[in-house]
């Protein structure tokens, strides 16, 4: 029977991408159940409890101490608790150089900038509860902040920005994941060519998207700044946007705007579109779940219904004509061809509501997502539905001590079967983002959990759909092409973006009557 064991390290902090690495590692070689180790933060003490993995010890724990939560067989988690430990103190073991052996890396951020008097960015990825300190102290230094961490509150976000704007610097997130600066991919990003676009974006895997897309289209990007989902809504006010968009503004090698995003606020969306008027340049944008842009086109900016189409308008500014696609008839007249629903499975949140919005405009029947979408049923990862459903994997729901399922796609893997032995999924559409930062051989694990559904259906799962996007470019590792191969050789459907995806797998569908 299943135990939760858990561990106390007081005052150790360790970086929350180090603990995610060391939690996979160890769950996948003792095989037990569930590894997590967080800082015992009160936010990450709700996460511990949500997941059944709250005991008296991790209770009792101070914000600075560190908690490891083990589930599974008795002797498996003991081999687990030591396995962490080992690598815990691995992870600590002094670099060669300095005196007695000590490393002389600077501890501090102050600390690093008198050692390299240039610097101007700091990527700060420690946790929430400890980010806005380290994002003040880089700001006080005159730097430039992408701030990777999560579980930032609103008005930690709010000071943090109104500090950068009184300093002329930028703050990127909280919870910015990709960003491209001078040409240079930071965190999740891929190997874009510099070129004259830049981007402002509220959405990671959307900016991902993207400038993946202008890249094939063959029209490099100069700057993407991922700003944050939170940042354009009216609370926040479009503090980081305005700032892009000012840099942008003042740099000539940027030669047109793309703005993309979540919805922004009322306020903010009008502060945008008069900030946009004044850009000299063309300006293209996309708001998820907007159809109505007659203030922007009236303000003369270039709105988009979807991702590929905002990449595809914006490339053609550069090289008029060209059209994305690599597959025929892939924007042909609807063709019906399965009875059942459309299930998503994705890693990436915007993905997942762009293609969840592009089939609830297409599909009849019940919809339902555990992503805020109009029309359809808000749901947990753990609830069963039935009709067409969309997941975004990369939820905190389904992140509790474990890394994102771009970096560690086991749990989306594990959805993928599960899916494809469901007998009212007729379709299964997903996503797939390589670059930086992501799983190497999400590809080769796509196609052994269609092979591990096949032996589990006894052939059944084989006969339904199975539709992705890889977004990513060929100077990529693994390149575009050799995981869309894999994919293809294992039978799956790839379109060449996450919206044309979604419009083929809605319309390869009949859903069940009701």
Request: net charge neutral; hydrophobic share 45%.
């Amino acid at each position: 029977m299943p135990i939760v064991m858990s561990l106390v390290r007081e005052n150790s902090y360790r970086d929350s991408i180090l603990l995610m690495a060391i939690s996979t590692q160890t769950a996948r070689e003792c095989g037990v159940a569930a590894v997590s180790a967080m800082m015992a933060t009160d936010r990450n003490k709700e996460l511990f409890t949500t997941s059944g993995l709250m005991t008296p010890e991790i209770a009792a724990a101070k914000a600075n101490d560190l908690a490891i939560a083990i589930k599974g067989e008795a002797e498996a988690t003991k081999q687990a608790a030591a396995m962490v430990l080992r690598l815990l103190d691995t992870g600590l073991t002094p670099r060669p150089g300095g005196e007695n052996g000590r490393s002389e890396e600077p501890k501090t951020i102050p600390a690093a900038k008198k050692t390299v008097p240039g610097l101007n960015l700091s990527l700060i990825a420690v946790a929430g509860d400890y980010a806005r300190y380290e994002a003040s102290l880089a700001l006080a230094e005159g730097m430039d902040v992408m701030l990777y961490s999560d579980n930032i509150s609103l008005s930690d976000e709010l000071a943090l920005k109104k500090l950068a704007r009184r300093k002329g610097l930028l703050v990127m997130g909280p919870d910015c994941g990709t960003a491209i600066v001078d040409g240079t991919p930071l965190a999740f990003a891929n190997r874009v060519a510099r070129g004259p676009v830049g981007i402002v974006a509220a959405s990671g895997t959307g900016l991902q998207e993207v400038s993946c897309l202008l890249h094939r289209l063959g029209v490099g990007i100069n700057h993407a700044y991922g700003v944050g989902g939170r940042d354009l809504t009216d609370e926040i006010g479009g503090l980081s946007a305005f700032a892009a968009i000012g840099r942008l503004a003042g740099d000539p090698a940027t030669k047109a705007l793309v703005i993309l995003g979540k919805p922004p606020g009322r306020e903010t969306r009008q502060r945008i579109l008069e900030r946009c008027r004044a850009f000299d340049r063309p300006v293209f944008v996309h708001y998820a779940g907007i159809s109505d842009y007659a203030a922007e086109i009236a303000a003369g900016l270039h709105p988009a219904r979807d991702m590929t189409d905002l990449a595809e308008m914006a490339a053609r500014h550069f090289r008029p004509g060209v059209i994305l696609d690599e597959v025929a008839d892939v924007r042909g007249p609807p063709v019906s061809i399965r009875t059942g629903y459309v299930c998503g499975i994705f890693g990436g949140g915007t993905l997942c509501q762009e293609a969840a919005e592009i089939c609830g405009g297409l599909l009849s029947g019940p919809k339902a997502s555990n992503l805020k979408i109009e029309g359809f049923t808000r749901i947990s990862g753990k609830d069963r539905f039935s009709g067409h459903v969309f997941l975004d994997l990369g939820d905190d729901e389904f992140t509790v001590g474990r890394p994102h399922p771009m970096m560690a796609p086991d749990l989306k893997m594990d959805r993928l079967v599960e899916t494809l032995l469901n007998p009212e999924a007729a379709v299964v559409l997903m996503d797939m983002v390589i670059g930086y930062g992501s799983h190497s051989e999400q590809a080769q694990l796509t196609a052994a959990a269609l092979e591990r559904a096949k032996r589990e259906s006894g052939g059944t799962s084989a006969g339904k759909l199975v539709v992705a996007s890889v977004c990513g470019v060929e100077e990529d590792k693994p390149s575009r092409s050799s995981q869309v191969d894999i994919l293809k050789k294992a039978g799956v459907m790839v379109l060449p973006s996450n919206a044309l995806a979604a419009r083929w797998a809605a319309r390869t569908v009949i859903p069940k009557p009701l």
